[in-house]
Structure formats: C-alpha cells, structure tokens
C-alpha cells in the first residue's frame, strides 16, 4: 500500500540502467529471493518492455544481479 501511495506501478522491475547497449534501450532487473517467482502482472511488463525495445531479466540474488549487468555492459 505505501508503495502504491508513492506512485509505483505494479509489475515495473526492481532495477533499471539507462545505458543504451547491445541493441536495447537499457536494461530492467527484477530482483528474487532464491525460489521466488514472478507474477504474472511482473511477466506481462517484462514482455511489454522487452517489446519496447529494453533487455529484462529476473535474477536470484545480488550475485546474479552483478554478472547480468556486467554481461550487460561488457
């Protein structure tokens, strides 16, 4: 509810970097505790963005996090 109150959209992932690469726009992560699932609202943006031209992933934990985004800007 505080996050709906501060204007967050549901289903927009945890992280974005606005860094033009490989051919996307910039990149989103949807961060996950290990075992965690993406909602069906989180998949449906994650293909809206991905339509738009953005790379997205969902990753399990910071160490996931940190080699997708070196891969990213490699």
């Known amino acids: ?5 501060e204007g967050v959209t549901a289903g927009v992932p945890d992280l974005f970097f606005a860094w033009p690469r490989l051919g996307y726009h910039g990149l989103w992560i949807e961060m996950k505790r290990k075992g965690g699932k993406v909602s069906k609202v989180q998949a449906e943006m994650m293909r ?6 953005y790379l997205t ?3 399990y ?13 490699l």
């Not at 809206?48 to 031209?53: D, I, K, P, T």
């Not at 934990?61 to 800007?73: I, V």
């Open 57 to 59: 992933s969902v990753c």
């Open 48 to 53: 809206y963005l991905e339509n738009a031209g």
């Open 61 to 73: 934990g910071t160490d996931e996090a940190k080699k997708t985004l070196k891969e990213y800007m």
């Open 1 to 5: 509810m505080r996050l709906k109150a």
